[in-house]
């Protein structure tokens, strides 16, 4: 798994790359948390468009980050999903309580987010 962070505005982009698994994700969660923690952002926009695979361990993640911004009156959105991940995300019924563009651009500019 590739992890690329970059932070504009009170904004947090996270661009994945590989598997969202088991295998993968604490070591994510422990560099996103840290990031978040480090520049109070209060938004995260997750980028998908790389991920090939994500299991349950992936939509954790997700979730608790979610669940984490959200009780710091923060928020998380997901953009550009492959087919295969949008499905995972979709069989959990995430898209209810977290927004899921096509595009990073979409995402962005829906959030008043400047690229």
Do not use: N
Not at 29 to 44: F, G, I, M, N, S
Not at 52 to 63: C, E, H, P, Y
Request: proline share 2%; hydrophobic share 45%.
């Amino acid at each position: 798994m590739v992890l690329e962070l970059k932070l504009e505005a009170a904004c947090l982009f996270v661009r994945l790359k590989g598997d969202l698994d088991l295998y993968s994700v604490d070591k994510i969660k422990e560099l996103v948390d840290h990031e978040l923690k480090r520049t109070q952002a209060r938004l995260l926009l997750i980028d998908l468009s790389r991920v090939a695979f994500m299991d349950s361990s992936g939509l954790g993640f997700i979730l608790g980050r979610y669940r984490h911004l959200r009780g710091k009156g923060g928020r998380v959105v997901l953009a550009a999903p492959g087919p295969q991940v949008r499905r995972v995300l979709e069989l959990a019924g995430v898209e209810r309580i977290i927004k899921i563009y096509d595009s990073k651009k979409a995402a962005c500019r829906a959030q008043g987010e400047v690229l």
